[in-house]
C-alpha cells in the first residue's frame, strides 16, 4: 500500500491506494502553513489519518509521495511557489513523526505519471496533464 498526498492552495489531500492503483481512502485537511516543521507533521498526521481510515498499519505501507507545486530533489523541497519553503529537508522532518520514506515530486508531474499509469493515460505513450486549481502546472510522459 501507498500513501499519495497533493499539496494544493487550499488544502492538503491524501489517499492510500493498493499496488493496483486503487484508492482504500481519502483524507483531507485545510493547508495552514506554520512553518516546515509543522508542516512536515501535519503531512505525517495526514498520512496516519488516511491509514487509519484504510484499515492499514503504518508497517503495510511501503512509502508516502507528496507532490507539491514547485522544484525538489531527492528528500528536500529545492522551493515551492504557494509555501514559503526553500532548501528545507521535508523527509528528514517528516520521519521525526512517521518513519516511513517520503518520496517528493512536483505536483502536476505526479498528476502526470499518476494518469499515465492508473487514469485516462494508460496505454499511451505519449501523455500530457495540465493542472487547474490555485495555479496552473503541467506534466508531459513522452516515450
Do not use: W
Not at 498520512?47 to 508516502?64: I, N, R
Not at 492508473?118 to 503541467?138: H, P
Amino acid at each position: 500500500m501507498y500513501v499519495g498526498i497533493d499539496v494544493g492552495g487550499t488544502n492538503l489531500k491524501a489517499g492510500l491506494v493498493d499496488e493496483t492503483g486503487h484508492i482504500l481512502a481519502v483524507e483531507r485537511t485545510p493547508l495552514d502553513f506554520r512553518g516546515p516543521e509543522a508542516f512536515a507533521a501535519t503531512l505525517a498526521e495526514l498520512s496516519k489519518a488516511v491509514m487509519a481510515a484504510g484499515g492499514a498499519e503504518p508497517a503495510q505501507v511501503e512509502y508516502v509521495g507528496v507532490g507539491l507545486p514547485g522544484a525538489v530533489s531527492g528528500g528536500d523541497v529545492v522551493y515551492t511557489t504557494n509555501i514559503p519553503m526553500e532548501n528545507v529537508p521535508l523527509e528528514s522532518l517528516f520521519r521525526r513523526t512517521l518513519d516511513l520514506p517520503l518520496l517528493l515530486g512536483n505536483d502536476a508531474d505526479c498528476a502526470a505519471v499518476g494518469e499515465f499509469f492508473c487514469g485516462a493515460g494508460q496505454g499511451t505513450e505519449d501523455f500530457v496533464v495540465v493542472t487547474l486549481g490555485t495555479g496552473i502546472g503541467g506534466g508531459i510522459i513522452l516515450g
